[in-house]
Protein backbone atom coordinates (compact mmCIF):
# COMPACT_ATOMS: atom_id res chain seq x y z
CA UNK A 1 0.00 0.00 0.00
CA UNK A 2 2.80 2.82 1.06
CA UNK A 3 5.19 1.44 -1.66
CA UNK A 4 1.95 2.20 -4.23
CA UNK A 5 1.39 5.42 -2.90
CA UNK A 6 5.29 6.47 -3.25
CA UNK A 7 5.26 4.66 -6.72
CA UNK A 8 2.47 6.92 -7.64
CA UNK A 9 3.74 9.86 -6.06
CA UNK A 10 7.24 9.29 -7.82
CA UNK A 11 4.86 9.54 -11.62
CA UNK A 12 3.23 12.92 -9.95
CA UNK A 13 6.99 14.55 -9.53
CA UNK A 14 9.09 12.89 -11.83
CA UNK A 15 10.17 16.02 -13.69
CA UNK A 16 11.14 13.38 -17.24
CA UNK A 17 11.51 15.16 -20.55
CA UNK A 18 10.36 12.85 -23.11
CA UNK A 19 12.90 11.93 -25.40
CA UNK A 20 13.59 14.36 -28.17
CA UNK A 21 12.83 12.43 -31.52
CA UNK A 22 9.90 10.07 -31.93
CA UNK A 23 8.81 8.88 -35.14
CA UNK A 24 5.88 6.67 -34.37
CA UNK A 25 3.86 5.13 -31.91
CA UNK A 26 1.38 2.34 -31.48
CA UNK A 27 -1.11 2.70 -28.90
CA UNK A 28 -4.03 -0.25 -27.01
CA UNK A 29 -6.96 1.54 -24.86
CA UNK A 30 -9.65 -0.28 -23.00
CA UNK A 31 -12.45 1.13 -21.27
CA UNK A 32 -16.06 1.92 -21.14
CA UNK A 33 -18.41 3.29 -24.05
CA UNK A 34 -21.86 5.18 -23.23
CA UNK A 35 -24.59 5.73 -24.92
CA UNK A 36 -27.86 6.94 -24.09
CA UNK A 37 -31.08 5.59 -25.03
CA UNK A 38 -33.46 7.74 -27.39
CA UNK A 39 -36.64 6.47 -28.97
CA UNK A 40 -36.17 2.98 -30.36
CA UNK A 41 -32.07 3.43 -29.76
CA UNK A 42 -30.44 0.79 -27.90
CA UNK A 43 -28.58 2.85 -25.20
CA UNK A 44 -26.46 1.37 -22.57
CA UNK A 45 -22.86 1.09 -20.95
CA UNK A 46 -20.04 -1.61 -22.27
CA UNK A 47 -16.87 -2.68 -22.99
CA UNK A 48 -14.65 -0.62 -25.27
CA UNK A 49 -11.19 -0.99 -26.97
CA UNK A 50 -9.21 0.84 -29.51
CA UNK A 51 -5.87 0.70 -30.68
CA UNK A 52 -4.25 2.98 -33.39
CA UNK A 53 -0.80 3.87 -35.11
CA UNK A 54 0.08 7.31 -34.96
CA UNK A 55 3.01 9.21 -36.50
CA UNK A 56 4.69 11.83 -34.81
CA UNK A 57 5.45 15.52 -35.95
CA UNK A 58 6.71 17.26 -32.77
CA UNK A 59 3.50 17.96 -30.61
CA UNK A 60 1.35 16.15 -33.03
CA UNK A 61 0.55 12.93 -33.81
CA UNK A 62 -1.64 11.86 -37.09
CA UNK A 63 -3.48 8.71 -35.77
CA UNK A 64 -4.84 5.67 -37.64
CA UNK A 65 -7.33 4.13 -35.16
CA UNK A 66 -9.99 1.79 -35.13
CA UNK A 67 -12.23 -0.10 -31.92
CA UNK A 68 -14.64 -2.13 -30.64
CA UNK A 69 -17.35 -0.14 -28.60
CA UNK A 70 -19.64 -2.59 -27.08
CA UNK A 71 -22.62 -0.40 -26.32
CA UNK A 72 -24.60 -2.82 -24.62
CA UNK A 73 -25.08 -7.09 -25.67
CA UNK A 74 -27.74 -5.79 -28.03
CA UNK A 75 -25.47 -3.01 -29.76
CA UNK A 76 -22.19 -3.07 -31.06
CA UNK A 77 -20.59 -0.29 -32.73
CA UNK A 78 -17.01 -0.57 -34.78
CA UNK A 79 -15.63 2.65 -35.59
CA UNK A 80 -12.63 2.98 -37.86
CA UNK A 81 -11.06 6.29 -39.06
CA UNK A 82 -7.93 8.93 -39.05
CA UNK A 83 -7.44 11.53 -36.03
CA UNK A 84 -4.57 13.85 -34.58
CA UNK A 85 -3.44 14.51 -31.12
CA UNK A 86 -2.02 17.75 -29.83
CA UNK A 87 -0.06 17.28 -26.79
CA UNK A 88 0.52 20.79 -24.74
CA UNK A 89 4.16 20.82 -23.35
CA UNK A 90 6.89 18.75 -22.68
CA UNK A 91 6.75 17.18 -19.71
CA UNK A 92 6.01 13.92 -18.13
CA UNK A 93 2.61 14.57 -17.88
CA UNK A 94 1.13 16.11 -21.19
CA UNK A 95 -2.70 16.66 -21.34
CA UNK A 96 -3.66 16.72 -25.04
CA UNK A 97 -6.29 17.37 -27.01
CA UNK A 98 -7.80 14.43 -29.58
CA UNK A 99 -10.17 14.56 -32.47
CA UNK A 100 -10.81 12.32 -35.33
CA UNK A 101 -13.26 11.32 -38.45
CA UNK A 102 -14.48 8.56 -39.66
CA UNK A 103 -16.95 5.53 -39.94
CA UNK A 104 -19.26 3.40 -37.76
CA UNK A 105 -20.78 0.25 -38.21
CA UNK A 106 -23.67 0.31 -35.79
CA UNK A 107 -25.03 -2.90 -35.42
CA UNK A 108 -28.37 -3.84 -33.44
CA UNK A 109 -28.26 0.36 -33.20
CA UNK A 110 -32.42 -0.23 -33.15
CA UNK A 111 -34.20 -2.17 -31.39
CA UNK A 112 -38.45 -2.09 -32.11
CA UNK A 113 -40.95 -4.12 -30.75
CA UNK A 114 -44.48 -3.69 -33.47
CA UNK A 115 -47.32 -6.12 -32.73
CA UNK A 116 -45.68 -8.50 -31.01
CA UNK A 117 -42.55 -8.54 -33.15
CA UNK A 118 -38.89 -7.44 -32.38
CA UNK A 119 -37.15 -6.14 -35.03
CA UNK A 120 -33.05 -5.20 -34.95
CA UNK A 121 -31.58 -2.32 -37.59
CA UNK A 122 -27.95 -1.64 -38.52
CA UNK A 123 -26.92 1.47 -39.47
CA UNK A 124 -23.22 2.79 -40.49
CA UNK A 125 -22.66 6.15 -39.95
CA UNK A 126 -19.88 8.84 -40.58
CA UNK A 127 -19.07 10.72 -37.41
CA UNK A 128 -16.92 13.06 -35.17
CA UNK A 129 -14.85 12.55 -32.34
CA UNK A 130 -13.55 14.93 -29.99
CA UNK A 131 -11.69 14.44 -26.68
CA UNK A 132 -8.96 15.58 -24.23
CA UNK A 133 -6.66 13.41 -22.18
CA UNK A 134 -3.38 12.98 -20.80
CA UNK A 135 -0.36 11.01 -21.36
CA UNK A 136 2.49 9.92 -19.25
CA UNK A 137 6.02 9.30 -20.30
CA UNK A 138 8.69 7.60 -18.13
CA UNK A 139 12.48 8.90 -18.61
CA UNK A 140 14.30 7.05 -21.37
CA UNK A 141 11.52 4.31 -21.72
CA UNK A 142 9.51 4.34 -24.98
CA UNK A 143 6.20 3.23 -23.21
CA UNK A 144 3.67 5.85 -21.80
CA UNK A 145 0.41 5.66 -20.06
CA UNK A 146 -2.87 7.42 -21.02
CA UNK A 147 -5.96 8.26 -20.32
CA UNK A 148 -8.63 10.24 -22.30
CA UNK A 149 -12.01 10.38 -22.84
CA UNK A 150 -14.01 11.24 -26.12
CA UNK A 151 -17.47 12.05 -27.62
CA UNK A 152 -18.49 10.73 -30.69
CA UNK A 153 -21.11 12.89 -32.92
CA UNK A 154 -23.28 11.64 -35.52
CA UNK A 155 -22.89 13.98 -38.80
CA UNK A 156 -25.75 12.71 -40.69
CA UNK A 157 -29.20 12.91 -40.79
CA UNK A 158 -31.13 9.25 -40.18
CA UNK A 159 -34.77 8.08 -38.86
CA UNK A 160 -36.26 8.28 -36.30
CA UNK A 161 -34.21 11.57 -35.47
CA UNK A 162 -33.16 13.61 -37.53
CA UNK A 163 -30.34 16.00 -36.22
CA UNK A 164 -27.46 16.93 -37.93
CA UNK A 165 -25.03 16.42 -35.40
CA UNK A 166 -26.60 14.58 -32.90
CA UNK A 167 -24.25 12.91 -29.44
CA UNK A 168 -24.02 9.55 -30.29
CA UNK A 169 -21.48 7.68 -27.59
CA UNK A 170 -19.08 8.55 -25.22
CA UNK A 171 -16.26 6.59 -24.17
CA UNK A 172 -13.86 6.65 -21.71
CA UNK A 173 -10.36 4.91 -21.65
CA UNK A 174 -7.39 3.85 -20.24
CA UNK A 175 -4.43 2.81 -22.13
CA UNK A 176 -0.82 2.53 -23.08
CA UNK A 177 1.51 3.45 -25.84
CA UNK A 178 5.04 2.49 -27.12
CA UNK A 179 6.93 4.79 -29.40
CA UNK A 180 10.21 4.73 -31.28
CA UNK B 1 51.29 8.96 -45.72
CA UNK B 2 54.75 10.99 -44.46
CA UNK B 3 56.12 10.26 -40.86
CA UNK B 4 55.17 13.11 -38.73
CA UNK B 5 56.90 16.39 -38.94
CA UNK B 6 58.77 17.67 -35.94
CA UNK B 7 57.04 20.93 -36.59
CA UNK B 8 53.64 19.99 -36.37
CA UNK B 9 52.44 20.79 -33.07
CA UNK B 10 50.94 17.50 -31.50
CA UNK B 11 47.35 17.78 -31.80
CA UNK B 12 45.17 18.76 -28.56
CA UNK B 13 44.01 15.94 -26.36
CA UNK B 14 40.16 14.85 -28.09
CA UNK B 15 41.30 15.81 -30.79
CA UNK B 16 43.23 12.51 -32.35
CA UNK B 17 40.84 11.84 -35.02
CA UNK B 18 41.59 14.09 -37.21
CA UNK B 19 45.77 14.68 -36.92
CA UNK B 20 46.16 12.58 -40.08
CA UNK B 21 44.72 15.34 -41.41
CA UNK B 22 47.91 17.41 -41.80
CA UNK B 23 49.80 14.76 -43.54
CA UNK B 24 47.64 15.04 -46.37
CA UNK B 25 48.30 19.00 -46.93
CA UNK B 26 51.08 20.40 -49.18
CA UNK B 27 52.58 23.03 -47.54
CA UNK B 28 54.35 20.85 -45.37
CA UNK B 29 56.60 20.47 -48.31
CA UNK B 30 57.64 24.25 -47.73
CA UNK B 31 59.07 23.99 -44.26
CA UNK B 32 60.98 20.40 -45.36
CA UNK B 33 63.07 22.47 -47.74
CA UNK B 34 66.47 23.85 -48.05
CA UNK B 35 68.53 25.46 -44.46
CA UNK B 36 68.10 28.52 -45.58
CA UNK B 37 67.14 30.87 -42.68
CA UNK B 38 64.89 33.06 -44.79
CA UNK B 39 63.27 30.17 -46.74
CA UNK B 40 62.82 28.48 -43.26
CA UNK B 41 61.25 31.37 -40.89
CA UNK B 42 59.13 31.88 -44.68
CA UNK B 43 58.14 28.19 -43.97
CA UNK B 44 57.44 28.39 -40.54
CA UNK B 45 55.12 31.13 -40.58
CA UNK B 46 53.77 29.49 -43.69
CA UNK B 47 53.27 26.34 -41.63
CA UNK B 48 51.54 28.27 -38.68
CA UNK B 49 49.45 29.82 -40.69
CA UNK B 50 48.62 26.75 -42.38
CA UNK B 51 47.86 24.73 -39.10
CA UNK B 52 45.90 27.41 -37.65
CA UNK B 53 44.11 26.32 -41.07
CA UNK B 54 43.68 23.33 -40.64
CA UNK B 55 42.21 23.48 -36.76
CA UNK B 56 40.13 26.03 -38.58
CA UNK B 57 38.77 23.58 -41.14
CA UNK B 58 38.51 20.71 -38.48
CA UNK B 59 36.68 22.60 -35.60
CA UNK B 60 34.62 23.58 -38.57
CA UNK B 61 33.88 20.26 -39.97
CA UNK B 62 33.29 19.01 -36.21
CA UNK B 63 30.98 21.38 -34.82
CA UNK B 64 28.80 21.87 -38.07
CA UNK B 65 28.08 18.28 -39.52
CA UNK B 66 26.28 18.46 -42.88
CA UNK B 67 22.55 18.15 -42.20
CA UNK B 68 22.65 17.74 -38.36
CA UNK B 69 20.77 20.10 -36.15
CA UNK B 70 19.79 20.44 -32.61
CA UNK B 71 17.61 17.65 -31.83
CA UNK B 72 18.53 15.66 -34.48
CA UNK B 73 19.09 11.94 -33.69
CA UNK B 74 22.50 10.52 -34.38
CA UNK B 75 24.67 7.74 -34.85
CA UNK B 76 28.24 7.70 -34.42
CA UNK B 77 30.81 5.29 -35.42
CA UNK B 78 33.64 6.10 -33.09
CA UNK B 79 37.01 3.62 -33.33
CA UNK B 80 37.67 1.77 -30.63
CA UNK B 81 33.99 2.75 -29.50
CA UNK B 82 31.15 1.03 -31.94
CA UNK B 83 28.88 3.17 -32.82
CA UNK B 84 26.66 5.75 -30.12
CA UNK B 85 23.39 6.88 -30.77
CA UNK B 86 22.35 9.84 -28.97
CA UNK B 87 20.61 12.95 -29.88
CA UNK B 88 22.32 16.71 -30.76
CA UNK B 89 22.07 18.73 -27.41
CA UNK B 90 24.22 21.20 -28.51
CA UNK B 91 26.64 21.66 -31.58
CA UNK B 92 29.45 24.47 -30.18
CA UNK B 93 32.93 25.27 -30.81
CA UNK B 94 33.64 22.81 -28.29
CA UNK B 95 32.15 19.90 -30.24
CA UNK B 96 29.29 18.19 -31.09
CA UNK B 97 27.61 17.48 -28.07
CA UNK B 98 24.94 13.92 -27.78
CA UNK B 99 22.40 13.09 -25.21
CA UNK B 100 22.85 9.33 -25.07
CA UNK B 101 22.05 6.43 -22.83
CA UNK B 102 25.14 7.07 -20.42
CA UNK B 103 24.94 10.62 -20.11
CA UNK B 104 25.75 13.50 -22.20
CA UNK B 105 28.95 13.01 -24.47
CA UNK B 106 30.81 15.68 -26.30
CA UNK B 107 32.81 14.87 -29.57
CA UNK B 108 35.37 17.02 -30.27
CA UNK B 109 35.85 16.09 -33.83
CA UNK B 110 33.60 14.10 -36.06
CA UNK B 111 34.11 10.84 -35.99
CA UNK B 112 34.56 8.65 -39.12
CA UNK B 113 30.75 8.34 -39.99
CA UNK B 114 27.73 9.73 -39.35
CA UNK B 115 24.10 9.16 -39.40
CA UNK B 116 20.97 10.84 -38.94
CA UNK B 117 17.77 9.42 -38.06
CA UNK B 118 15.60 10.29 -40.79
CA UNK B 119 11.77 9.65 -41.68
CA UNK B 120 11.04 6.94 -44.96
CA UNK B 121 8.64 9.24 -46.36
CA UNK B 122 9.84 8.37 -49.67
CA UNK B 123 9.64 4.31 -49.38
CA UNK B 124 6.49 4.35 -47.96
CA UNK B 125 5.10 6.76 -50.62
CA UNK B 126 6.45 4.35 -53.31
CA UNK B 127 5.42 0.64 -51.62
CA UNK B 128 1.35 2.24 -50.65
CA UNK B 129 1.10 3.88 -54.16
CA UNK B 130 2.38 0.82 -55.64
CA UNK B 131 -0.15 -1.30 -53.88
CA UNK B 132 -2.67 1.33 -54.00
CA UNK B 133 -2.28 1.41 -58.23
CA UNK B 134 -2.32 -2.75 -58.32
CA UNK B 135 -5.43 -2.61 -56.12
CA UNK B 136 -7.28 -0.11 -57.18
CA UNK B 137 -6.42 -1.42 -60.75
CA UNK B 138 -8.00 -5.04 -59.45
CA UNK B 139 -11.17 -3.56 -57.99
CA UNK B 140 -11.32 -1.42 -60.95
CA UNK B 141 -11.81 -4.15 -62.94
CA UNK B 142 -14.14 -6.26 -60.48
CA UNK B 143 -16.71 -3.05 -60.36
CA UNK B 144 -16.43 -3.29 -64.58
CA UNK B 145 -17.45 -7.05 -64.65
CA UNK B 146 -20.16 -5.99 -61.69
CA UNK B 147 -21.95 -3.37 -63.64
CA UNK B 148 -24.76 -4.62 -65.44
CA UNK B 149 -25.67 -2.06 -67.60
CA UNK B 150 -24.57 1.37 -69.20
CA UNK B 151 -21.35 0.31 -68.22
CA UNK B 152 -18.11 1.54 -69.59
CA UNK B 153 -15.09 0.42 -71.05
CA UNK B 154 -13.14 -2.32 -68.47
CA UNK B 155 -10.06 -0.08 -68.80
CA UNK B 156 -11.30 3.18 -68.17
CA UNK B 157 -12.79 0.89 -64.70
CA UNK B 158 -9.27 0.15 -64.16
CA UNK B 159 -7.62 3.30 -65.16
CA UNK B 160 -9.78 5.25 -62.72
CA UNK B 161 -9.79 2.93 -59.47
CA UNK B 162 -5.72 2.30 -60.14
CA UNK B 163 -5.62 6.37 -60.21
CA UNK B 164 -7.61 7.04 -57.41
CA UNK B 165 -6.77 4.30 -54.64
CA UNK B 166 -2.62 4.85 -56.40
CA UNK B 167 -3.42 8.15 -54.78
CA UNK B 168 -4.70 7.21 -51.46
CA UNK B 169 -2.57 4.57 -50.98
CA UNK B 170 0.94 7.13 -51.94
CA UNK B 171 -0.95 9.32 -49.10
CA UNK B 172 -1.51 6.58 -46.51
CA UNK B 173 2.15 5.08 -47.33
CA UNK B 174 3.65 8.59 -47.06
CA UNK B 175 1.88 8.60 -43.28
CA UNK B 176 2.94 5.41 -41.98
CA UNK B 177 6.61 5.85 -43.84
CA UNK B 178 6.79 8.77 -41.85
CA UNK B 179 7.06 6.90 -38.65
CA UNK B 180 9.07 4.33 -39.72
CA UNK B 181 12.61 5.36 -39.17
CA UNK B 182 15.83 5.40 -40.92
CA UNK B 183 19.54 6.02 -41.16
CA UNK B 184 20.74 8.32 -43.29
CA UNK B 185 24.84 8.42 -43.82
CA UNK B 186 25.95 11.88 -44.06
CA UNK B 187 29.68 11.85 -43.48
CA UNK B 188 31.58 10.45 -45.41
Given at each position: MRLGALAALALLVSPVALHAQRFGEVSFRAGAAIATPADSVVGGTGPAIEASFGTRFGSVVILLEGGYLGVSSDRHVWRYGIGARYEIGQGAWRPYVVGGVGGYEDIGRRLEVIDGYQFVSDMNWFGVSAGAGVRHGFEGSPFSLLAESRLHVRMHRVYPDYDL???ELVTVMLGGAVSW | MRPPDPEVPAPAAGTSLAS?????????MISTGKSSTRRSVIGALLLLCSVTTVQAQDSTRSVSPPGVKRGHTVRLAVPGQGRVVGDVERIGSDGLTLGTASGPRTFAVLPDTLWTRERSVKQGAIVGGIAGIAGGIFLGVIANALCEYDCGSSAGYAAAGGLLVGAGGAALGSLVGAAIPRWKRRTP
Open positions: AKL | TAHDEYPFI
